[in-house]
């Protein structure tokens, strides 16, 4: 299949790469990346020739979180068309994190909103040091909302506080801390510390790995459908109210909302 905003390569170990293509955007994610990165997902999990999946980015940026004029979009549409669009994003990230083989994340530079949204669905995420962090969505007067049940479950509530309404960016180093990332390495050191977390599945049993990967979310504390659902309401709400208007408008004209000091 071809794709427009992302790319999808495997190599002859079955080692897939799932690359997010949108560099001149920060790799921002459209409604056309959340419906690829779905489809990507859905077909990885039923490609037998697939071990390992690796979800890297192209440019100097991981993922800068949700498109902002497909935001702008959402506020100025209907209500159901709203609830539309939010369970799409909710619906790729439950896709991810559900799949039946290793996702490990390749975080090469920046994640804020969105991105930290994407680290928080892999099994494991290495992270170069010169990179930050944040959910910057408190800023735009939205809320970390389809994405809050992975991050909280990555984080562990307690963590997640810190980080969670504040906005504020953090460093590697911290991000490792709040179990975001599993290791900080240098940039030259990245792709070995991948292939370092690559390598020993390929001497695993796929079915049992599929398995060992269900069983985590069987006991231990993962979203479920409800809580989805409750994250999916919540964005749709804070896409219509006055403040997501309000911060939205004073991004694109580049001024400081009201509530900015």
């Known amino acids: 299949m071809t794709y427009q905003t992302i790319k999808l390569t495997t190599d002859a170990r079955g080692v897939a790469t799932l690359t997010l293509n949108r560099p001149e955007k920060r790799?921002?994610?459209?409604?056309?990346?959340?419906?690829?990165?779905?489809t990507a997902a859905e077909a990885l999990a039923a490609d037998a020739a697939v071990r390992v999946v690796v979800l890297a980015a192209?440019?100097?940026?991981?993922?800068?979180?949700?498109?902002?004029?497909?935001?702008?979009?959402?506020?100025?549409?209907d209500g159901p068309t709203r609830a539309v669009e939010a369970r799409k994003l909710a619906m790729m990230l439950a896709a991810l994190n559900s799949l039946p083989k290793p996702l490990i994340g390749?975080?090469?530079?920046?994640?804020?909103?969105?991105?930290?949204?994407?680290?928080?669905?892999?099994?494991?995420?290495?992270?170069?040091?010169?990179?930050?962090?944040?959910l910057t969505e408190t800023r735009l007067g939205l809320i970390p909302a389809t994405i809050g049940?992975?991050?909280?479950?990555?984080?562990?509530?307690?963590?997640?506080?810190?980080?969670?309404?504040?906005?504020?960016?953090?460093?590697?180093?911290?991000?490792?801390?709040?179990?975001?990332?599993?290791?900080v390495v240098w940039p030259d050191d990245l792709d070995a510390a991948i292939e370092a977390e690559v390598k020993p599945y390929l001497s695993c049993a796929p079915g049992a790995v599929a398995e060992a990967k269900a069983l985590i979310r069987?006991?231990?504390?993962?979203?479920?459908?409800?809580?989805?659902?409750?994250?999916?309401?919540?964005?749709?709400?804070?896409?219509?109210?006055?403040?997501?208007?309000?911060g939205i408008d004073a991004f694109f004209q580049k001024r400081a909302p009201d509530w900015a000091i």
């Open 218 to 246: 069987s006991l231990a504390p993962m979203p479920d459908a409800a809580q989805i659902e409750i994250s999916i309401k919540a964005l749709v709400t804070r896409w219509e109210s006055p403040e997501a208007a309000q």
């Open 27 to 38: 790799n921002a994610m459209s409604a056309l990346m959340i419906a690829e990165l779905t």
């Open 106 to 134: 390749r975080v090469q530079g920046q994640a804020y909103g969105g991105g930290v949204g994407l680290m928080s669905v892999c099994d494991v995420a290495i992270g170069v040091a010169e990179a930050h962090f944040g």
């Open 149 to 183: 049940p992975y991050v909280v479950a990555r984080m562990g509530a307690a963590a997640a506080r810190q980080v969670f309404a504040s906005a504020r960016l953090f460093d590697a180093e911290e991000a490792q801390r709040l179990n975001l990332l599993a290791r």
């Open 58 to 77: 192209a440019g100097d940026s991981f993922c800068a979180g949700g498109d902002l004029g497909w935001m702008r979009e959402q506020m100025a549409a």
